[in-house]
């Protein structure tokens, strides 16, 4: 612990430094008008001049990385990619190695279903909004969705402004593709025909939003698993249809308050995103990994090993071949994350109704 007495001897020490040596002042001299060479002065703490040549400014691409990437220094990228090359990442994991995932359900009372999943520092929540509604007349016998992703500003500087509304709007699209096949159906994840309470006139219609809340790469495959994780936690209402409605007029229903169906979850897949680096993929990726990949391919698998959707971010092409040989990773790495996925869901709503 200091003493008066030695905290009078710091300060005065510190002001005969301060006196000895003065930090220097800048002085800005505009550039000649001659083709001379041009130069800027710094006073010393005598007076002395210190010339040197003016260094040209670097562009600004130079120093702000662009949106969504992480800046990162020349050795910096060749640890990172040499580590991916024998099998040892920055963090220890080797390239086919998820970091922990943490699950929340029931994080958000008003809706009816809801979760949050933690992948590393990577933080995202689901929430799941059922209300009855008309079957579109092209599908009649089945029920609609809509996914709507969100990007915290906070989560990342890049998320600010239209960066994160761009990103949302590209992680939408990409979860519908993964989770709802095509336009016709075909493919989907989730059972739409499950939705329907009379054909052609009265579905459910699900509104699935997602938030990101903290980013460190992998934002898909997080959201996915959120996504799986409130639909596990969703509870429908059970609805009464009133019988003798002809085929013209709209049914009555009674939507029950006290009596819920749980979502059949069986078919929802999982999403395994491969990241390309040099000549090798991972999965999990973090954001200064991402920053370093030439492309990557999300293929969602569902527990039967079907694939419901593939997605593709990058301006690289790749190879067909090397696309199969993806695929057949992505179904053997998708056997583990279901299990560990369908594990902590279980510990999560266990806890949720204790």
Request: charged share 20%.
């Amino acid at each position: 612990m200091y003493t008066a007495k030695s905290r009078i001897r710091m300060k005065e020490r510190q002001r005969r430094m301060q006196l000895l040596f003065p930090p220097p002042t800048i002085v800005y001299q505009p550039p000649p008008t001659s083709a001379a060479r041009r130069h800027s002065s710094v006073k010393g703490p005598q007076d002395s001049t210190i010339s040197f040549p003016r260094l040209p400014s670097p562009p600004i691409s130079a120093v702000l990385p662009n949106s969504g990437m992480v800046g990162l220094s020349l050795g910096e990228k060749h640890f990172i990619q040499g580590g991916i090359a024998h099998d040892l990442r920055c963090d220890g994991r080797k390239r086919l190695t998820y970091r922990p995932i943490l699950v929340e359900t029931g994080v958000i009372p008003q809706a009816n279903g809801s979760a949050r999943v933690r992948m590393g520092a990577t933080d995202v929540i689901a929430s799941i909004k059922a209300e009855l509604g008309k079957p579109s007349s092209l599908q009649p016998d089945k029920g609609k969705v809509s996914i709507y992703i969100d990007c915290s500003s906070t989560a990342e500087p890049a998320f600010e402004g239209r960066g994160g509304d761009e990103l949302a709007a590209e992680l939408s699209n990409a979860l519908q593709d993964c989770l709802l096949g095509g336009k016709s159906g075909a493919g989907a994840g989730i059972d739409l025909s499950s939705l329907i309470v009379v054909e052609g006139k009265i579905c459910w219609d699900l509104y699935i939003d997602g938030l990101v809340v903290s980013s460190d790469g992998n934002l898909l495959d997080a959201l996915g698993a959120a996504i799986k994780a409130a639909l596990c936690n969703t509870g429908i209402p059970r609805v009464q249809v009133a019988a003798g409605a002809s085929n013209d007029e709209q049914p009555e229903v009674d939507v029950s308050d006290e009596e819920f169906l749980q979502f059949d979850t069986s078919g929802v897949p999982v999403i395994v995103t491969l990241t390309k680096i040099g000549r090798h993929y991972i999965v999990d990726a973090t954001s200064e990994e991402e920053s370093q990949m030439s492309s990557a391919v999300s293929i969602s698998v569902n527990r039967q090993g079907h694939i419901c959707g593939i997605t593709k971010r990058g301006g690289v092409g790749l190879d067909p071949s090397i696309i199969l040989d993806m695929i057949s990773v992505a179904k053997h790495v998708s056997e583990q994350l279901m299990n560990k996925l369908d594990s902590e869901i279980a510990s999560a709503e266990a806890e949720d109704e204790s």
